[in-house]
């Protein structure tokens, strides 16, 4: 996989450590100079990397020498590997982009050819998700930013179809497979300005610790956009209690639309749960009796953020997508935890995929 460390790259990671067995023998920039001893070999090539800010030459013909290079290598690599692309919608325009890539799509068509192989052509629109870098791969990335940051970015508003980069990276791997030589993943239609009014009024309602209306796919995803990006500033989210002379009492969670499940258990000192991570789902961890540790660490990443939290002062603390993360009773009592997620749960397909936070960790472990 070239491009591994990029922003698609790292998607593609992800959703291939979830949900299947491949050994993944990632390309970045610092192993580019090794490319070709890295695809000996292999089975598949997926060409991910690609320039996409610099002068016009660069652009274009930079995307036309990556290609180069990799169909290089992959007649070097005495495999005769599958190539699929990850090519845009804006191949073939007449902008240095279009000729970029369309020139590079036709290079590696042509490897594949004389190789005996097959080549996929995948043709991504507009992409957003996750760990976007503002002002380099996406407008959403842009807007995340300036919202979480309070500030409004001027606005030339026009019809787009969003992508979420999970769905292009479930795209790049049904390419491994398929008979199709092009595959076209559609995006979902919006407007510029819609999406960031709707990202407005999602930390509107999150700076206050409520859930904003998922009643879309489309909800969901800019919802966790939002959240990787305000993740360090909004977590933990403080929960007030209101007390009187009979008790008291915590609102955990106010969810202004869609669906929702909330579930609570009792852990044992010392024990863990979770060590996994979520590709979708919003998840809430709140404890209400007892002391816990709460650690995540975002996927291919070592350092690790943790939490201690304890039922006497509730906090919530929600857990970004494709962050592995864990809960573990640090007390002398046993632990009580109310979670919440905005799903139901679904056995057939969990969105949970093992993963520990901490790899040198110790102590017993069980499955939240």
């Known amino acids: 996989m ?52 610099a002068s016009d030459a660069e652009v274009e013909q930079g995307n036309i020498e990556l290609a180069r290079q990799v169909a290089r290598a992959a007649r070097r690599g005495g495999s005769a590997p599958r190539i699929v692309f990850a090519n845009s919608i804006q191949a073939g325009a007449e902008s240095p982009y279009g000729v970029g ?42 807007f995340v930013d300036a919202v979480v940051r309070k500030e409004k970015p001027q606005i030339i508003d026009r019809p787009v179809a969003l992508l979420h980069a999970q769905i292009a990276a479930q795209a790049l791997i049904d390419g491994l497979s398929t008979p199709e030589k092009r595959l076209d993943p559609v995006g979902t239609p919006t407007t510029v300005q819609e999406v960031f009014d709707v990202l407005h009024r999602f930390d509107v309602l999150y700076a206050t610790g409520d859930i904003p209306p998922l009643l879309t796919a489309l909800d969901v995803d800019l919802f966790n956009t939002l959240r990787s990006a305000s993740f360090r500033r909004a977590c933990p989210i403080s929960l007030a209690p209101r007390v009187d002379d009979r008790g008291s009492l915590v609102e955990v969670v106010r969810s202004h639309g869609g669906p929702g499940q909330s579930f609570v258990s009792t852990t044992k000192p010392a024990i863990t749960r ?7 789902k919003v998840e809430r961890f709140v404890v209400i009796s007892g002391k816990a540790r709460i650690s995540l660490r975002k996927m291919f990443t070592s ?28 007390g002398s009592s046993e632990l009580t935890t109310l979670f919440w997620a905005n799903e139901l749960f679904d056995p057939a397909a969990p969105d949970t995929f093992p993963e520990p936070v901490c790899r040198t960790a110790s102590g017993t472990h069980s499955s939240a």
């Open 101 to 142: 890539k369309g020139t590079a799509s036709d290079v590696l068509e042509v490897a594949a050819a004389e190789l005996g192989s097959t080549y996929v052509d995948v043709r991504l629109p507009n992409l957003f998700g996750e760990h976007g870098r503002p002002r380099y791969n996406s407008f959403v990335a842009t």
């Open 2 to 53: 070239t491009g591994a460390a990029g922003f698609l790259g790292w998607h593609l990671r992800t959703r291939l450590r979830a949900l299947t067995d491949h050994e993944v023998v990632i390309v970045d920039r610092s192993l580019w100079p090794k490319l070709a001893d890295l695809a000996r070999g292999v089975d598949a090539i997926v060409h991910v990397a690609g320039v996409n800010r």
């Open 303 to 330: 350092d690790v953020i943790s939490f201690d939290v304890t039922g006497e002062d509730p906090v919530a603390v929600d857990m970004p997508t494709m962050w592995a993360h864990s809960i573990t009773n640090t």
């Open 274 to 280: 979770g060590e996994h991570f979520h590709l979708r």
